[in-house]
Nanobody, 128 residues
Framework: QLQASGGGLVHTGGSLRLSCAPS????????GGWFRQAPGREREFVAA????????KYADSVKGRFTIRRDGAKNISYLQMNSLIPEDTAVYYC???????????????????????WGQGTQVTVSS
């Protein structure tokens, strides 16, 4: 249901932009999120955005470096990642809800179980 793209290999301090778009039939959704999983670690929240009002939430580890944006009409999210560091190396997953649970609060956006659809993941590698 979701297609993530834009990953790659960059040096410390570099930038990447990830994109996440619905694949196939369009669906109703209230928000989009990004999560990441590094080898040997659990999946963790990165950023999320409400389609309706553009409100955003970020993990503390990426605040000031990452920016999430939306094309609300198309339910497409973009994750601009600047000042990348090796600790950002992970597979990045995008996610979206199917619009059945109402408008989420900002804390809810950081909860992976709230989301219904997930992209296949895109690898981001930051070399030192």
């Amino acid at each position: 249901q979701l297609q993530a793209s834009g990953g790659g290999l960059v040096h410390t301090g570099g930038s990447l932009r990830l994109s996440c778009a619905p694949s196939g039939r369009a669906f109703r959704s209230y928000a989009g999120g990004w999560f990441r999983q590094a080898p040997g670690r659990e999946r963790e929240f990165v950023a999320a955005i409400s389609w309706r009002d553009g409100k955003t939430k970020y993990a503390d580890s990426v605040k000031g470096r990452f920016t999430i944006r939306r094309d609300g009409a198309k339910n497409i999210s973009y994750l601009q990642m600047n000042s990348l560091i090796p600790e950002d190396t992970a597979v990045y997953y995008c996610a979206a809800d199917k619009g059945s649970k109402g408008i989420p609060g900002l804390m809810t956006l950081a909860t992976p179980t709230w989301y219904d659809y997930w992209g296949q993941g895109t690898q981001v590698t930051v070399s030192s």
